[in-house]
C-alpha cells in the first residue's frame, strides 16, 4: 500500500503530502504519518518551512467518518494540531478542493494558509450532529471573529476561496500550480519565523464578544428556532462561547468535551447514516460502478409546467442544453416566463450573477414540434399525469428519438412498465420522478421498469448526479416508495381528525418533533385538488368494508384547494403563505365526527406521531419486503431529500430502528386491533421485531 503521508523536501521547503483517497480523511493512518513528517520536516535542517497539501482531488476532507463509533485511537487530532502551531518553523496548508473539518482544523493549527481559487473551507461538522472537534471552535473565532465563526460553525456551509479570504482564513490565493505557488510562499515568509501567527495566542478578535455576553443569548434564541430540535448547533455555540470566556486550552477541553457527548448521541448515529446512505444509494446491485453508460449531451423536456420548467432548469444548471416541447405557443410563452422569473428571484437575492442566468436561459429552447426531440440524447416527459396521454405520448416518443436516447417518464405514480410497452424499445424507458419545484428539491426517484436495460440505470443515476441530485432506484408500485409511504400517513392524519384532533395541532405535534411542515399545510402547498381529482376517478372502485374520510374531499367540495384559493385546511391572507386555523374548518370536522358517531376525545401529540410515523414505517417495511426499495437506506433518503423528514431522526426506518423494532411492532399491532385493515403489520416489521433485530441489519447484510 502507497504511503498515506510522505515528505520531501523542494529546494528549501519541506513538502508533506496527504495521499489518502478519495479525500484524504484523517485515518488513524494519515494521522500517524502527519505525525512522523512533521517531526521528519522539523528535523530537516535544510527546510525552512514547511508546506502541507493533498494529492489527488482535494486538500483533508476531515475525520475519517468511520471511525466515529470505535475509541477513539491516538494519535489525537489536538495532538497534531498543537505540534504544527508550536512548531518553531512557518507552516503553509496549501490547499485545493476542500478543507472541511479536522482538514480545515489542521489547516487553522499551520501558520499560513494559500489556496487555489475553487478551493472551499468548511467546518461542516453540525451535519453530522457533532461539532468541530479539534480546535476549530476556538481558533476559527480568534482568527475571524466570533459572528462570522459561529455562522460557519453552525449552518456547516462550505466558503469559497474568494470570500474565506475576505474573512481572513485564506492568507493569498494561488492561481495556477498550488504546490508551486505555496513553495514560492514558503520561500518569502521563511524567514519570519511564526511570531504573530499562532491563532491560539490572538485575542483581538474576541475581545468584542467578551464585553456582549448577550451576542450569545440572541444567537442562541435564532439558532433554537432554526435547528428545529437539533442539538448540534446549540452545542456549537456553548462550545465558541468557551473560547470567548475561558483560556485557550481550557476551551479546547471544553469543545472536547462536547464532542465525546455528541459523537455518541443518536442524533449524530442518525446523520452520519444519512451521510452514507446517500452515497450507498449509488450502489446498485447486479449494475456496478464501471457499468457502460450512455453519453448524455442534450436533453428534451416535454411538457413547461411547474414540473417540466423545473427539470428543465436543473438540465440548464448542470450546462446541458435543454429544449422543452410545448402544446400551444401560450403555454410556451408561460412557462419559460416562469423559469426567466426564477432566474431573475435567484439574481435578485443575489446567489446567481446576471451573466450565469444569461447563459442558463441561453441553454432552454423552446418549441411547439414534438420532432425536436430527435437531437435528444435523453427526453423526459412531465406533462399531465394521465395514463392516456402518456402512453400516446411514448409511442410518438419511440418514432421520433434517435436510437439509444434515454426515454424517461416524470410520473409520480404511473406504471412505467405499461408506458414502455408502448414503445418498441421498452430498454430505454425509464422513470424519472422529480420533486417540486423539481429545480429546487434534491431528490430524484428513479423508477426501474421490468425491461429497463442496465445501461440506462446506470446512465440516469449518472444523469442524476451531474444535475446536483440525489437519485434512488426504486421499483414500479402506485405511487413508488415516497408517495406510497406518504399516502398512509396522510390518511392516519386525516383519522385523528375524525377521533378528536384539528389539523393545526396535527401539524404542530409533527412540526415539533422535527418534520419541516406538517401534513395539513404540506397538502395546502402542493394543492388539496391534485389528489382529489384522482380520488373522484377512483371512487366507483374504492373497497367500501374500508375505513374512509371525506374530509378532504369535502373541502375541496367548498373550493378550498389550498394556498391558491387562500383557503385549504387553513385560511390564508391574500399575498401570504402563513396558515391560519379556520373556524370554519374546525366546525366542519366536529360535524364530521358527529355524522360518523364519533365521540371526539383528547390526542396526545405522542399518539399523533406515532400514528402517522408508524404508518410510514409499516408501509416501508412492505415496500423493503417487495423490494420495491433496494435498502432500508434508501428510503431514509427518500424522506431525507424529498419529504421534509427530520435528518437528525435519520429517515423514518433509521428512526424505527432507535426506537426498537419490537416496540414500533407492539404499536402497529395495538392500532390494529383497534382500527383494522389499514394497520395489518408488514410481515417483515413483525418478523425483524420478533427476532430482535433492525432495518439496517437487513441493509448490512446486503454489503
Ligand atoms: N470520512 C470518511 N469517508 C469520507 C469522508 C470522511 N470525512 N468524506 C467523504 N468520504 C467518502 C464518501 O463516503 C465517499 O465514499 P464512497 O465512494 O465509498 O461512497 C467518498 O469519500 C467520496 O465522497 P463523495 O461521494 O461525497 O464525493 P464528493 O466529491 O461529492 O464530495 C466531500 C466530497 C465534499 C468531501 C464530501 O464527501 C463531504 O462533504 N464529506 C464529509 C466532510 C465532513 O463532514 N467532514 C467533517 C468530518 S467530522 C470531523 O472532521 C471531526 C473533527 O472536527 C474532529
Not at 464585553?211 to 432554526?226: I, W
Not at 449524530?268 to 456496478?288: D, Q
Not at 390564508?572 to 366542519?588: F, H, N, Q, V
Request: proline share 5%; charged share 25%; with cysteine.
Amino acid at each position: 500500500m502507497a504511503q498515506q503521508v510522505r515528505y520531501e523536501r523542494r529546494g528549501s521547503t519541506g513538502v508533506i503530502t496527504i495521499d489518502n483517497p478519495p479525500v484524504n480523511a484523517l485515518s488513524k493512518a494519515v494521522r500517524q504519518g502527519l505525525v512522523d513528517c512533521v517531526m521528519q520536516g522539523l528535523g530537516d535542517e535544510a527546510a525552512k518551512a514547511l508546506v502541507v497539501i493533498g494529492a489527488g482531488r482535494t486538500f483533508i476532507a476531515g475525520a475519517d467518518i468511520r471511525e466515529f463509533g470505535q475509541p477513539l485511537e491516538p494519535p489525537d487530532g489536538n495532538f497534531i494540531i498543537a505540534g504544527l502551531e508550536t512548531a518553531g518553523k512557518p507552516i503553509i496548508a496549501a490547499i485545493h478542493g476542500t478543507a472541511l473539518g479536522g482538514g480545515l482544523e489542521v489547516a487553522l493549527g499551520c501558520h499560513y494558509r494559500v489556496a487555489v481559487p475553487s478551493a472551499q473551507v468548511g467546518l461542516p461538522e453540525v451535519k453530522l450532529g457533532l461539532l468541530p472537534g479539534a480546535g476549530g471552535t476556538q481558533r476559527l473565532p480568534r482568527l475571524i471573529g466570533v459572528k462570522p465563526a459561529l455562522d460557519m460553525i453552525t449552518i456547516g456551509d462550505f466558503v469559497r476561496a474568494g470570500k474565506a479570504k475576505e474573512l481572513g482564513i485564506i492568507d493569498e490565493i494561488v492561481e495556477g500550480d498550488l504546490l508551486e505557488g505555496a513553495l514560492r510562499f514558503a520561500e518569502t515568509v521563511a524567514g519570519r519565523g511564526t511570531a504573530g501567527r499562532r491563532i491560539r495566542e490572538r485575542e483581538d478578535k474576541i475581545a468584542e464578544a467578551r464585553s456582549n455576553p448577550v451576542l450569545f443569548q440572541e444567537y442562541r434564541a435564532a439558532v433554537r428556532k432554526r435547528a428545529r430540535g437539533q442539538e448540534s448547533p446549540l452545542r456549537s455555540i456553548d462550545a465558541v462561547e468557551a473560547a470567548v470566556t475561558l483560556p485557550f486550552t481550557e476551551g479546547l477541553k471544553r469543545e472536547r468535551e462536547i464532542f465525546q457527548e455528541l459523537v455518541t448521541s443518536t442524533q449524530s448515529r442518525a446523520l452520519i447514516h444519512a451521510f452514507f446512505a446517500e452515497r450507498e444509494a449509488m450502489n446498485i446491485p447486479g449494475v456496478p460502478p464501471d457499468t457502460p453508460t450512455r453519453p448524455i449531451k442534450t436533453a428534451a423536456v416535454i411538457g413547461c409546467g411547474t414540473m417540466g420548467g423545473g427539470i428543465a432548469m436543473s438540465f440548464a444548471n448542470a450546462g446541458i442544453p435543454v429544449t422543452v416541447v410545448e402544446t400551444s405557443s401560450e403555454a410556451l410563452e408561460r412557462g419559460l416566463a416562469v423559469i426567466r422569473g426564477n432566474y431573475a428571484a435567484t439574481v435578485a437575492k443575489g446567489r446567481l450573477e446576471p451573466a450565469a442566468m444569461d447563459k442558463r436561459m441561453g441553454l432552454i429552447k423552446g418549441t411547439l414540434e414534438l420532432a425536436a426531440v430527435k437531437e435528444a440524447d435523453v427526453v423526459v416527459e412531465a406533462v399531465f399525469e394521465e395514463m392516456a396521454i402518456k402512453k400516446d405520448l411514448f409511442a410518438k416518443l419511440d418514432r421520433l428519438a434517435k436510437p439509444g436516447a434515454v426515454l424517461a417518464t416524470n410520473t409520480s405514480s404511473l406504471d412505467v412498465n405499461a408506458i414502455a410497452a408502448e414503445t418498441a424499445r421498452p430498454q430505454d424507458v425509464i422513470g424519472t420522478h422529480f420533486f417540486s419545484p423539481a429545480n429546487v428539491m434534491r431528490l430524484i426517484e428513479i423508477v426501474r421498469g421490468a425491461k429497463t436495460g442496465r445501461d440506462v440505470i446506470a446512465t440516469t443515476m449518472k444523469l442524476a448526479k451531474t444535475l446536483a441530485k440525489v437519485p434512488v432506484l426504486v421499483g414500479v408500485c402506485e405511487g413508488f416508495v415516497g408517495n406510497r409511504m406518504i399516502f398512509q400517513y396522510i390518511r392516519e392524519a386525516q383519522f385523528l381528525l375524525e377521533e378528536g384532533a384539528l389539523p393545526w395541532q396535527v401539524d404542530k405535534a409533527l412540526q415539533d418533533w422535527g418534520l419541516a411542515m406538517g401534513p395539513f399545510a404540506m397538502s395546502d402547498m402542493a394543492g388539496n385538488d391534485v389528489g382529489w381529482r384522482i380520488r373522484k376517478q377512483q371512487a366507483p372502485t374504492r373497497p367500501n368494508d374500508r375505513r374512509y374520510s371525506h374530509l378532504a374531499d369535502e373541502i375541496c367540495e367548498r373550493g378550498r384547494f389550498g394556498q391558491k384559493t387562500n383557503a385549504g385546511w387553513y385560511r390564508y391572507e391574500k399575498g401570504s403563505r402563513a396558515p391560519l386555523p379556520d373556524a370554519e374548518i374546525e366546525a366542519l370536522i366536529l360535524a364530521e365526527s358527529k355524522r360518523l358517531g364519533i365521540e371526539r376525545r383528547p390526542i396526545a401529540d405522542e399518539e399523533i406521531v406515532k400514528r402517522t410515523i408508524y404508518a410510514l414505517v409499516n408501509e416501508g417495511a412492505r415496500i423493503l419486503e417487495e423490494g420495491i426499495a433496494l435498502r432500508a437506506s434508501d428510503i431514509d433518503v427518500i424522506y431525507l431529500t424529498g419529504y421534509g423528514f427530520p435528518a437528525w431522526r435519520g429517515g423514518p426506518m433509521f428512526y424505527a430502528d432507535t426506537v426498537g423494532l419490537d416496540k414500533v411492532y407492539a404499536d402497529v399491532a395495538r392500532f390494529h386491533a383497534a382500527q383494522g385493515y389499514f394497520w395489518r403489520p408488514a410481515p417483515l416489521l413483525e418478523k425483524l421485531a420478533r427476532e430482535g433485530r433492525r432495518f439496517s441489519d437487513l441493509d448490512s447484510r446486503k454489503g
